[in-house]
């Protein structure tokens, strides 16, 4: 094998060169019978000559040229036989993991600020929630993510994707309010449904393996929920149904009353009938703890694979091989009409 970008499937094959070497010194020529001439003088000619009669045979010796050919003929097809191979550059193959997807509570009450943010600043619940969600998306490298935003009603910001520049510059155009003012849980759970399961596979992954992905859903909310069309504990269970986990993390103080209270109860339902977990975030560091803990739940599932395409060029060293016996008889039939001709 050569250590640069050529290299033999089948080196073995190169201990075949001296084959022809071994036929020529220790293997006898083949002989063939023909026809002689018959003499009625035979024996006198012999006697004159002193000669005994015995059986022999003419053996044919190729010239230089044609000698020249054989060998590089015999070597182009042992070299043929070891494959030579081109290794390509090298290309990296990515297999992801989970499908993630993101779902942020956009209600009136993500802008309170009781959040305080790294630089001791107190900042709304909507922008401490970006903010944990962009430490959160750079542990995710081999998943794709969605973002489904709701209020009074739910839509989708980002559709599953694996480029999390774009993803992230999405989720900072997000403001307070540009879905309604209310809180409709259930529908975003079952929006979230309806994404996995119109999700096409990607080029990288089978159809048949894009069903088998895992399916998480992480819905960030600080109320309860306020008039869906589907009670958010039935669509957990729909959701359950479809494989599809739901983490629950509720941002914000659970001792507040009215249309901005914390439902805990629902939340852990909605978490419990899909096989995930619930947190609560009572402020930033608790904010940060909870995307951790989902992190280590359902840590990212990544392969990536380098390869280098290889070329065989076997069928190269065969075709010149035909080129020169094709040029060495028409060379040898030119000159067997010359000499007739002489």
Not at 12 to 39: E, G, M, N
Not at 283 to 305: F, G, N, V, W
Request: aromatic share 8%; charged share 20%.
């Amino acid at each position: 094998m050569f250590s640069f970008d050529l290299e033999l499937a089948h080196p073995l094959w190169l201990l075949a060169l001296p084959a022809p070497l071994f036929i020529y010194y220790f293997i006898p020529a083949y002989r063939t019978k023909q026809s002689a001439i018959k003499v009625p003088f035979f024996g006198l000619l012999l006697e004159v000559l002193g000669e005994s009669p015995t059986e022999g045979a003419s053996q044919l010796r190729p010239s230089l040229w044609q000698r020249c050919i054989l060998v590089l003929s015999w070597s182009l097809v042992v070299l043929a036989m070891s494959k030579p191979t081109v290794l390509g550059a090298p290309q990296t193959k990515q297999q992801l993991g989970r499908d993630v997807m993101v779902v942020v509570d956009l209600s009136q009450s993500m802008e309170e600020r009781d959040f305080t943010s790294l630089d001791g600043e107190k900042i709304s619940r909507l922008e401490a929630v970006k903010e944990v969600l962009q430490n959160f998306v750079q542990s995710r490298q081999g998943d794709r993510l969605g973002l489904i935003l709701f209020g009074d009603a739910a839509f989708v910001q980002t559709p599953f994707t694996a480029d999390q520049s774009v993803w992230l510059a999405l989720l900072e155009q997000t403001q307070v309010g540009m879905a309604g003012a209310s809180t409709h849980l259930g529908d975003a759970i079952g929006l979230a449904i309806k994404v996995f399961e119109q999700t096409p596979a990607t080029p990288a992954t089978p159809a048949k393996a894009n069903e088998a992905r895992e399916k998480v859903a992480i819905v960030l909310t600080d109320g309860n929920d306020t008039g869906s069309f589907v009670e958010p504990i039935d669509a957990a269970k729909v959701a359950k149904a479809k494989q599809v986990k739901i983490h629950v993390i509720a941002i914000g103080d659970p001792t507040t009353v009215g249309e901005k209270a914390l439902d805990m109860s629902t939340i852990e339902r909605i978490a419990l009938e899909s096989g995930g977990e619930s947190f609560q975030a009572l402020d930033r560091h608790s904010l940060t703890l909870a995307s951790e803990k989902i992190d280590a739940l359902d840590p990212e599932l990544y392969q990536s694979t380098t390869y280098r395409p290889k070329t065989s060029l076997h069928a190269y060293p065969i075709m010149l091989v035909v080129a020169l016996y094709l040029c060495a008889f028409a060379v040898s039939l030119w000159c067997r009409t010359l000499n007739n001709k002489e």
